[in-house]
């Protein structure tokens, strides 16, 4: 029997996000579900070694990231303003996430399906490290925008900004301040930053 999961995995790469915002370059599904596996492991690695907590696995948190938007395969980017625009759609929509989570699972083995279940449903902890290197990618997303020039994402910055804030996510503040400068130089200042 051949299972689609996979397949339908590679087609990540055609769904684009920001569908609304005029966009400098365009980005999508896979690459920023990347990027959020990168910083959800960043994350639990300041949680361990900077701030001493225990908490999540690092590659833990990677996996459950590098997932963590495959529902989109079967429903599409949705626009924030749209997704969030009330309770009730915010709702909805958490259904139908949850619907093409379960139908992508249906397309793997029955041996694998378990270890699926478990990605798609983190530990709380889990949760909210991804949910907030989910934000921090935004806001990469927008101080790159920002930086070839494209006033379109100022506002999308500063309210992506405020919302991290607001998670009280002390993992995430440590990233504001120690990595996030470092995305508004170019690669040649980059290069001259001396630690």
Avoid at 8 to 31: A, C, K, V
Avoid at 103 to 116: C, G, I, N, R
Avoid at 129 to 156: H, P, Q, R, T, Y
Wanted: proline share 4%; net charge negative; aromatic share 10%.
């Amino acid at each position: 029997m051949a299972h689609e999961f996979y397949a339908l995995l590679g087609r990540m790469r055609y769904i684009t996000r920001w569908g609304l915002m005029r966009n400098s370059f365009s980005e999508n599904i896979q690459e920023h579900s990347y990027q959020v596996a990168v910083l959800s492991h960043a994350l639990a690695l300041i949680r361990r070694e900077v701030l001493g907590m225990e908490g999540p696995d690092p590659d833990r948190c990677a996996v459950a990231a590098l997932y963590h938007d495959a529902s989109e395969i079967l429903t599409g980017d949705m626009p924030t303003p749209v997704k969030y625009y009330n309770e009730d759609i915010k709702s909805a929509y958490k259904k139908i996430e949850a619907t093409a989570e379960l139908q992508l699972t249906e397309m793997l083995p029955e041996d694998f399906k378990a270890d699926f279940h478990k990605i798609y449903n983190p530990d709380p902890e889990t949760r909210r490290l991804v949910k907030a290197a989910d934000k921090i990618s935004a806001l990469i997303k927008c101080i790159e925008e920002l930086n070839m020039g494209n006033k379109e994402f100022e506002v999308a910055n500063n309210s992506t900004l405020k919302s991290i804030k607001n998670m009280n996510c002390t993992e995430a503040d440590i990233f504001l301040k120690e990595f996030i400068p470092s995305f508004y130089l170019s690669l040649d200042e980059q290069r001259e930053i001396k630690h």
